[in-house]
């Protein structure tokens, strides 16, 4: 696995030294002959079914990644992804570390999941999300309503996202924040995603649209956040090949174009 992964992964172990310590407290004061049984028994049995919910999720998320094979038991994974995922989120801040670090590496262990679904939709079933500030701020043919407004100028990569998402026959939608993502999504109904965002929209994005498919791409910010950012188009082209072929690009779709999008606009 990556190090970003593993990032992600060793904060949730350390997230889960609480619920060890309750255990231990449990059986080392015997709460048994201080509270009585019936309250120690039963502080005693959810914390025990709260760790092993949790490992277990933990090692099927590990099995997933590490075989490429996915499981049928999603109750694991939905306390990882609700339960545990906040609680590295702030064992990872206490640490030191950026939220957007960790927000990343929980990015990109969910790709790695998405992976492991085997996944195949129909091309009309693939729905492209891009956050509205890809389009450059000064351009007066505004996308958000329509990205036909869309001019193809060549200043900024909205021209080069419509063409590939004609290209494999993809839906294409823009939106504006993670409200208006989600309403999008709610309203055509995908059966998968490859959504462009920052880190911090794309882990509240995949919260809330799981179990359904969504692949993240963090997108790239040479002025800072939500003005004039970019995207590694590689990255969509490989999810694209993923989602309505089955498997991963072979051939990269060199993104020529990005960079020189990132460099022109500073």
Known sequence: MRIKKRLFFGLVILSLLPVLAGLWFILAFSLWEQFGHALAIIAFIFLTVLLVLAVFGLLSMIYMIETGKGIKV?????????????MALRAGTFLGLSREKIQNSFVEVSNALVKTTKVQAAPEEVLILIPHCIQLSDCTHKITVDINNCRGCGRCQVSQIRELANDYGVDLAVATGGGMARRIIQQRKPKAVVA???ERDLTSGLQETFPLPVFGVVNLR?????????????KLKSALEFFVRGEPANDAYRCRHYEEVASTSL
Not at 74 to 86: E, G, M, S
């Open 74 to 86: 999603k109750l694991p994974l939905r306390l990882i992804i609700d339960v545990f995922y906040p």
């Open 196 to 198: 462009v965002a920052c």
């Open 222 to 234: 040479p002025q800072g956040y939500c003005v004039n950012t970019a995207v590694d188009v590689d």
